[in-house]
Nanobody, 121 residues
Framework: QVQLVDSGGGLVQPGGSLRLSCAASGNIFSIYTMTWYRQAPGKQREWVATITSGGTTNYADSVKGRFTISRDNAKNTTYLQMNSLNPEDTGVYYC???????????????RGQGTQVTVSS
């Protein structure tokens, strides 16, 4: 069974940094696009960043220049390095990935459980 586990969240002061991780495990044949989303209290889910299997990245304007998405294919993991954090970055961060499990040609979307990021002084 394939699953994603998000980690790395916490409480940080404005201007600080955090690195989130999203690790996929299980019988995996291939992982395609991986994406980070976030959801602040009382707000809709917001797309943050995406990385393709080839390493192409895209960012929301609100995080461009501050956040960096990367992936380690050997570890089936994607990372979100977040710098210059501000209170507006507070929320639950989720990883989403398109994964083809072993013994199937079907590609499904999987989501992590989320990790809380709180930016506050």
């Amino acid at each position: 069974q394939v699953q994603l586990v998000d980690s790395g969240g916490g409480l940080v002061q404005p201007g600080g940094s955090l690195r989130l991780s999203c690790a996929a495990s299980g019988n995996i044949f291939s992982i395609y696009t991986m994406t980070w989303y976030r959801q602040a209290p009382g707000k809709q889910r917001e797309w943050v960043a995406t990385i393709t299997s080839g390493g192409t990245t895209n960012y929301a304007d609100s995080v461009k220049g501050r956040f960096t998405i990367s992936r380690d294919n050997a570890k089936n993991t994607t990372y979100l390095q977040m710098n210059s954090l501000n209170p507006e970055d507070t929320g639950v961060y989720y990883c989403n990935a398109y994964i083809r499990p072993m013994a199937t040609t079907r590609v499904d979307t999987y989501r992590g459980q989320g990790t809380q990021v709180t930016v506050s002084s």
